[in-house]
């Protein structure tokens, strides 16, 4: 389970309040990916030799060497979905399943970028640097309606976006992110992903917005696609019981 790029973010932080009904199903491998949570933080020269997809990639593949695991599902969101999209793509002799919920890379939008949540990303470490009201702002972006998310959770998101190598990484990541463009064109290669494919989607996501996903549904052979009402960026927490049920349905039928 891969987590998406925004401040603060880990693979527990992102996916705690899943665990309990994916974990009584299947084995789950929840890293910190590159810049984040626990792991470590590529340098600036890590970012001008490789993109961060290709530096997490390289990553993931050795974890889950060193674990013993040779083949695997991929659930990805955001930033961690185009890591997943890029690791099918390399390797799609390992990759037994994808589900891909607004995943970066694989996304054509219609309309401007950078998007809406896009910008408050960008924002948060500048202009003063984090606080609190500059969190709520952030979910505010991310969700639907974020009357669901009170101040705990904004005071939690904000204290795990304060340890200071994460922010030094976080100023690394957006200006290689502007060097390169924004993130690598992985919709390029959409063909070469074998795996049987579930997207997930917020029809009112304003990071990365359900528009894009057309190109997706037209190269990826086998793929699906449901998308939900009245949520936004983060599926597994504004619709958990039903991202759960599809994800583990979708999984236990491979």
Not at 28 to 35: E, H, I, M, R
Not at 94 to 120: N, S, Y
Not at 163 to 186: C, Q, T, V
Not at 214 to 231: A, D, E, T, W, Y
Request: net charge neutral; hydrophobic share 40%; glycine share 12%.
């Amino acid at each position: 389970m891969l987590h998406g790029g925004g401040p603060g973010a880990s693979g527990v932080g992102n996916y705690h309040q899943n665990l309990p009904a994916l974990a009584s199903r299947f084995r789950v491998v929840l890293p910190d990916q590159p810049g984040f949570g626990g792991s470590y933080r590529p340098t600036e020269a890590d970012l001008d030799a490789r993109s961060i997809t290709e530096i997490t990639v390289d990553a993931l593949f050795q974890a889950l060497d060193a674990l013993g695991i040779d083949t695997f599902h991929l659930l990805g969101n955001s930033l961690g979905g185009a890591a997943a999209i890029a690791m099918a793509q390399a390797r799609p002799d390992r990759v037994a399943g994808l589900v891909l919920m607004a995943p970066g890379g694989g996304w054509l939008p219609f309309g401007p970028t950078p998007t809406e949540g896009q910008k408050e990303m960008f924002r948060y470490y500048n202009a003063g640097g984090p606080s609190e009201k500059k969190m709520a702002a952030f979910i505010r972006a991310m969700v639907f309606d974020h009357k669901q998310f009170g101040e705990d959770v904004v005071r939690a998101r904000y204290e795990a976006s304060l340890d200071e190598s994460h922010i030094a990484f976080y100023h690394r990541y957006n200006a290689a992110f502007a060097k390169r463009h924004g993130m690598d064109p992985l919709w390029r290669d959409l063909h070469r992903i074998k795996a049987p494919t579930l997207l997930l989607w917020g029809r009112d996501d304003r990071t990365i917005t359900l528009d894009g996903a057309q190109i997706m549904l037209k190269q990826i052979r086998n793929v699906q696609l449901h998308v939900f009402g009245n949520c936004g960026h983060w599926v597994q927490l504004e619709r958990q019981q039903d991202f759960e049920r599809l994800v583990t349905d979708f999984l236990a039928g491979l």
